[in-house]
């Protein structure tokens, strides 16, 4: 496995990468990386319209934004396992709440 596993790596798609390290989906402005796993990295970043400042559930401004490559391990069968945990106990228990979940291009992303 190469040390750009799940990651934004310089020989993909440039123009791609370029769109989601800046303004995903035109609601989130990335900001720096947070850390990267076993299966993808973590950014944080901000909403672009709306959000609260203070605010931590559906209206928060700083998020997180996770992004894993469709060809990094664990991830040729489908959304990633752990949607289905935030899908479940996202907003409860101390979890995150879960801001948008779908497919970027190559990655699986999640906010
Ligand atoms: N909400 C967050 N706030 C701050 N840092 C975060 C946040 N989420 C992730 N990180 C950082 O990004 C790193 C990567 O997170 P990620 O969820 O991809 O992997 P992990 O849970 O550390 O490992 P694994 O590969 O087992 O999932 C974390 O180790 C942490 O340093």
Redesign the pocket.
């Given at each position: 496995m190469g040390d750009d596993c799940g990651g934004l790596s310089a020989n993909r798609a440039v123009g791609q990468e370029k769109e989601i390290l800046h303004l995903f989906q035109r609601r989130f402005m990335v900001e720096r990386k947070?850390?990267?796993?076993?299966?993808?990295q973590?950014f944080v970043g901000r909403r672009v319209n709306g959000g609260n400042e203070r605010g931590t559930g559906s209206d928060a401004m700083e998020v997180?934004l996770?992004f894993e490559h469709r060809n990094s391990k664990g991830c040729n069968d489908g959304p990633p396992y752990e949607w289905q945990v935030y899908n479940a106990l996202g907003g409860s228990h101390g979890v995150?709440k879960v801001h948008y979940k779908g497919k970027q291009g190559d990655y699986d992303a999640m906010v």
């Open positions: 947070l850390g990267k796993g076993g299966f993808g973590v997180a996770k995150h």
